[in-house]
């Protein structure tokens, strides 16, 4: 008897229990898009090497297009659509949205969950390949714009809209930086 090459499972996405059948073969993002309807992640190149299927799986950015769904049950998957708390835009959408980091708005989508991550990998003080000082006593070195565009440039955007992007990513660290000072008060 030959081994089935689909099974029945139950993904987490936006905080909600999803189950559904899937050929072992499929993609994260044809999961999301095609058998869930959640269409804000986008299908760019299909290769992992866009960014425009970007999507936050247990609080890290990974690419979906390259993600299986079956390699995905039992984490908790966010979506772009996931992001926003009701009406209310997250600090990362408001910037993208006050700072137009966005032309054709086809890439924004796995922008923002890329943007997300940075915000939370510079706060935990990871280094990226343009962090001068890679001690951890350092401490988080400053976001500036070189180290945004280096930590996006996993993201393409093929309108050319990196300088707003840039401004939105470091308006919403600085926003996440003055609430976390007005907590501490």
Same mark, same amino acid.
Not at 161 to 182: D, P
């Given at each position: 008897?030959?081994?089935?090459?689909?099974?029945?499972?139950?993904?987490?996405?936006?905080?909600?229990?999803?189950?559904?059948?899937?050929?072992?073969?499929?993609?994260?993002?044809?999961?999301?898009? &095609?058998?869930?309807?959640?269409?804000?992640?986008?299908?760019?190149? /299909?290769?992992? %090497? *866009? =960014?425009? !299927? #970007?999507?936050?799986?247990?609080?890290?950015?990974?690419?979906?297009?390259?993600?299986?769904?079956?390699?995905?049950?039992?984490?908790?998957?966010?979506?772009?659509?996931?992001?926003?708390?009701?009406? &209310?835009?997250?600090?990362?959408?408001?910037?993208?949205?006050?700072? /137009?980091?966005? %032309? *054709? =708005?086809? !890439? #924004?989508?796995?922008?923002?969950?890329?943007?997300?991550?940075?915000?939370?990998?510079?706060?935990?003080?990871?280094?990226?390949?343009?962090?001068?000082?890679?001690?951890?006593?350092?401490?988080?070195?400053?976001?500036?714009?070189?180290?945004?565009?280096?930590?996006?440039?996993?993201?393409?955007?093929?309108?050319?809209?990196?300088?707003?992007?840039?401004?939105?990513?470091?308006?919403?660290?600085?926003?996440?930086?003055?609430?976390?000072?007005?907590?501490?008060?």
């Amino acid at each position: 008897m030959a081994p089935s090459t689909s099974s029945v499972i139950t993904l987490t996405i936006n905080g909600e229990k999803h189950t559904l059948p899937v050929d072992h073969r499929t993609t994260l993002l044809d999961a999301l898009r &095609e058998q869930l309807d959640l269409t804000g992640t986008k299908k760019g190149c /299909d290769q992992g %090497q *866009c =960014g425009a !299927c #970007t999507v936050l799986i247990d609080g890290r950015r990974a690419v979906s297009c390259l993600q299986l769904a079956v390699a995905t049950e039992g984490r908790e998957v966010t979506t772009i659509e996931g992001v926003a708390e009701g009406d &209310e835009l997250h600090p990362v959408q408001q910037a993208f949205l006050d700072l /137009d980091g966005y %032309q *054709c =708005g086809y !890439c #924004t989508p796995g922008q923002i969950c890329s943007a997300l991550a940075v915000l939370e990998e510079h706060a935990a003080g990871w280094p990226s390949a343009a962090t001068a000082d890679v001690r951890p006593e350092a401490g988080p070195p400053p976001l500036s714009p070189d180290e945004i565009r280096e930590r996006m440039s996993g993201n393409l955007c093929r309108c050319g809209a990196y300088v707003s992007i840039v401004q939105a990513v470091a308006r919403a660290a600085e926003a996440r930086t003055a609430g976390t000072e007005e907590a501490l008060a």
